[in-house]
């Protein structure tokens, strides 16, 4: 039946086939060359100065993987393939570049689609490499054979199926170009299986019979050998393996100028830095010169927190509602009125506002409803507040404005301070504990915050020390990204002391990457909010519906747990209240002898952040 389908698809590509006889003539194949398609993806990654492939290993992206280790590029295998594309994420997002993750076909990219669904709502750029079936074999029931181009198409910048091997390095181009210009996202290219492996290899696959009698058998050889041929042809010339340059949205003089004018003359303003601001061109130092130089409060999200350091004069992190309120200039640097401003609710509708985003929808999220630009940029953020700064030399926020709000800040502090030495029914006050560990943190520390209701405790409690130091999910708001996060920190930060904070449910997702932390040597710290339960969804739950159906867990021993994968495994509970902080220092000091440690934290309820929505 293959058979007489093939004859049939015969007839129907008789015109492909005279053109590809034609491009074949010029384009020569050599039979027995062992190159193959997975060093030309590897050497156009090398020249993208692409350090790590994040991967679980699959026959389908083989060749990939063993010609990117003989170029030099380090291969990260984990156990499960979102935790490939979580780590190639944190690498994105640390290191300016592209993130790149390689998973075979089928339910390995299907494994996938979470993740890269977070790394574009993130703004993440990353490639994602995936397996597939021959092109011959697509649609006739292969292993794992699904059309993965409509999986992707709607979660991906860009996407891309290699047929001939002659066009991965410029397909593989184009996307991580299309990955980093604009708003950056995620990206797919699909690699057939045959157009990775050598000829003589894929030749004995496809089964060609060079001694066909009947006529039929002669037009499949023919229909075959032109598959192959067609294939291969011109593969292995000399390619162009060098990068394209991103393009990035700039402000122009104009409205530079108009936003300068709106700030000199404000009394009160107000500067929101997202995550988008953090990206490159600008270096980071330049941004942080700059908004130092114009002295007007700042609040920080995602990303940005940490970028002033602990301790910034012009950080406030408790009182923004009240700030905004009474700002009479308000610029939104990569902040999107989305959930977590209200949909602009939040925002005065007596205030000017600025908005400063490279993409054009959330430039002006509900804009519509609740709030309206004054001005509205289409930018690059980090690069507009720097050349804002230049516009405005000479000019310094007011210092009454910034103690009226330090006074509201330092109020909340101190009333944080009090309610963490409260005592639970049960276990440990989380308050105290994240206290305490914050306290500690050294200042190349990298908290990952991966978890709901203890999580959301310590974004309210902990001062991440500086730049890339906080590490969370982002808009979508996922569960499980502590494990993939925190091995693409360290691969990428090596020095740095790197965190996961930990809700006992979260962690249930990729508790088992401890075992890729181990093999590869890249001690992690993790500490688990152990209370038993989805607290932030039984918030909400009990109160409106008297019911925790489906919100209670066990006080499960995930010390014990961290062991078996080849941790250190520590237990903090109420019986070592009073050494709280001599048990951290203990984690630490196991982490600095190059193992993976994990403190299983038993803590109690609090009625802090009480009447916190979880939708």
């Given at each position: 039946m293959l058979l007489f389908k093939l004859s049939q698809s015969c007839n129907k590509k008789s015109i492909r086939l005279i053109h590809n006889y034609a491009k074949n003539f010029f384009l020569k194949v050599d039979q027995n060359t062992t190159q193959h398609g997975g060093e030309l993806v590897a050497k156009t990654l090398k020249a993208h100065n692409v350090d790590y492939i994040f991967t679980?290993?699959?026959?389908?992206?083989?060749?990939?993987?063993?010609?990117?280790?003989?170029?030099?590029?380090?291969?990260v295998?984990?156990?499960h393939e979102v935790n490939a594309v979580f780590a190639a994420d944190a690498v994105a997002r640390l290191s300016g570049k592209i993130g790149v993750a390689a998973v075979t076909a089928g339910p390995g990219l299907t494994n996938t689609i979470t993740a890269v669904k977070n790394a574009q709502m993130a703004e993440s750029p990353i490639l994602l490499i995936g397996g597939a079936a021959a092109n011959l074999l697509k649609g006739r029931g292969a292993l794992q054979d699904i059309d993965q181009m409509s999986l992707f198409k709607s979660i991906c910048k860009h996407t891309a199926s290699i047929r001939y091997i002659r066009d991965i390095p410029g397909t593989l181009k184009k996307a991580m170009h299309i990955a980093q210009s604009g708003t950056p996202g995620p990206v797919f290219v699909e690699f057939p299986i045959d157009s990775l492996y050598p000829f003589h290899l894929v030749k004995r696959e496809i089964g060609i019979k060079d001694d066909s009698k009947s006529l039929v058998q002669k037009l499949i050889s023919l229909y075959l050998n032109n598959y192959?041929?067609?294939?291969?042809?011109?593969?292995?010339?000399?390619?162009?393996?060098?990068?394209?340059k991103p393009k990035i949205p700039?402000?122009?003089t104009n409205e530079i100028q108009m936003a300068a004018e709106l700030l000199s003359k404000a009394r009160k303003p107000v500067i929101l830095i997202g995550s988008q601001a953090t990206l490159p061109p600008t270096p980071a130092g330049d941004l942080i010169e700059s908004l130092q130089q114009l002295n007007v409060p700042c609040f920080l999200g995602g990303m940005a927190r940490g970028m002033l350091g602990r301790n910034s004069p012009i950080q406030f992190r408790h009182c923004r509602k009240d700030a905004l309120k009474e700002a009479d200039v308000v610029i939104l640097a990569g902040t999107v009125c989305d959930f977590r401003l209200g949909y602009g609710k939040v925002l005065s509708r007596k205030s000017k506002i600025i908005s400063v985003n490279r993409d054009k929808k959330q430039l002006t999220k509900n804009s519509d409803i609740y709030w309206k630009p004054t001005l509205a940029i289409q930018a690059d953020p980090s690069s507009f507040v720097v050349e804002l700064a230049k516009a405005l030399k000479g000019f310094s926020g007011s210092q009454d404005w910034i103690e009226q709000l330090r006074a509201k800040d330092d109020a909340k502090e101190d009333a944080n301070k009090k309610k963490a030495l409260e005592s639970t029914e049960i276990h440990l006050n989380p308050m105290k504990v994240l206290q305490t560990l914050d306290k500690i943190l050294p200042d190349n520390a990298i908290l990952v915050a991966d978890g709901g209701d203890f999580v959301a405790t310590a974004a309210y409690l902990m001062r991440p020390p500086t730049f890339g130091s906080w590490l969370d999910p982002g808009a979508f708001g996922t569960l499980g990204v502590g494990g993939g996060f925190a091995l693409g920190a360290k691969l990428v930060r090596p020095e740095s002391e790197v965190w996961i904070i930990y809700g006992d449910g979260s962690c249930g997702y990729s508790i088992a990457e401890i075992d890729t932390f181990t093999r590869h040597e890249l001690p992690i710290l993790s500490i688990v909010g152990n209370d038993a339960g989805w607290t932030q969804i039984a918030r909400d739950q009990v109160v409106f519906f008297g019911s925790t159906v489906a919100c209670e867990l066990a006080f499960t021993d995930y010390d014990k747990v961290a062991e078996g994968f080849g941790g250190k495994g520590i237990r903090l509970d109420r019986s070592n209240d009073e050494n709280i902080e001599e048990i951290l220092q203990k984690a630490r000091e196991e982490y600095a002898k190059g193992k993976s440690v994990l403190i299983n934290c038993l803590i109690g309820k609090t009625n802090f952040r009480e009447g916190s929505i979880s939708v």
């Open positions: 679980l290993s699959g026959g389908h992206i083989s060749p990939i993987l063993c010609a990117s280790e003989n170029e030099g590029i380090r291969i295998d984990v156990r192959l041929y067609s294939l291969f042809a011109g593969a292995f010339v000399e390619h162009d393996f060098n990068p394209l700039q402000a122009n």
